[in-house]
């Protein structure tokens, strides 16, 4: 309980005083990847401090980007020209690098030979998220007053991807 609360008192200090002086003085610069930089700096920093309490770095890099789109998209801050410039680079760079070298970074950590060994469980996962896909959907679709056709093809389309369930089970590993 006393580093949770510690750690709800650094992300309110970063909230409050630390990622808007980071923000302002990158915002001086006028420069697109001092932005950026601000940005990262401010998301890994509070991944390093959540690491350090013990609570994950994915805990704290989660935390500080809804805090820096919290700054960004607040009133004193938002110049909505530049907000998707910083968008538009943190998609790039983030799928463009940290994406491919977190899959390539649990390919290397994989044992197909306990993956052989358990390969039920596999099937067994995929059709109850299949299944769970395509029952909310089909749901949410008649309730919404759309056809169960509608419902269906929804469904159908977060079924093929995997990578949350990747990053929750790299977690749960670590």
Known sequence: IIKFVALAAIFLVFRQVIAPFIIRVAEAEKSHAVHFTAALLITLALAVIAEALGFGALIGAMAGGV???HILMSKAFRKPWEEHQLAES???FTFGFFVPMFFIWVGFNTQLSAIAGEWWLGV?????????????????SVLSGKSVD???VIGAGPTGKGDVELVIAALAKS
């Open 67 to 69: 805090l820096v789109r």
């Open 90 to 92: 943190v998609h790039t």
């Open 124 to 140: 067994l996962l995929a059709a109850i998220t299949i299944a769970g896909n395509m029952v909310g959907t089909v749901i949410g």
């Open 150 to 152: 509608e419902g269906l």
